[in-house]
């Protein structure tokens, strides 16, 4: 059973710090291209960061630049988002995603997400 698991989301004042984990299960984990999403209320689902399977390359939204880092550890199959600065437009429930391009077949899976609110 695939199962992507977020954690870490909470309340924090502006220009605090979050780090978000999603722990992976049930399928291999190092083949897949990581992502976190986010969805604010009202708005559309947007990407926030991308790390390839092996972590060699990293993308962000320009939102997010400067203030965001992606990584994770293969060993431990979870994918994190270090958030710093946090402002309160960052507010979102933020989603974990895996991605993975095998010939012509797509396959996805994605989280619950974790709610992240920014405010003082």
């Known amino acids: 059973q695939v199962q992507l698991v977020e954690s870490g989301g909470g309340l924090v004042q502006p220009g605090g710090s979050l780090r978000l984990s999603c722990a992976a299960s049930g399928f291999t984990f190092s083949n897949y291209a990581m992502s976190w999403y986010r969805q604010a209320p009202g708005k559309e689902r947007e990407l926030v960061a991308h790390?390839?399977?092996?972590?060699?390359?990293?993308n962000y939204a320009d939102s997010v630049k400067g203030r965001f880092t992606i990584s994770r550890d293969n060993a431990k199959n979870t994918v994190y988002l270090q958030m710093n600065s946090l402002k309160p437009e960052d507010t979102a429930v933020y989603y974990c995603?895996?991605?993975?391009?095998?010939?012509?077949?797509?396959?996805?899976?994605w989280g619950q997400g974790t709610q992240v609110t920014v405010s003082s």
């Open positions: 790390i390839t399977s092996a972590g060699g390359s990293t």
């Open positions: 995603n895996a991605a993975r391009v095998a010939g012509h077949k797509w396959t996805d899976y």
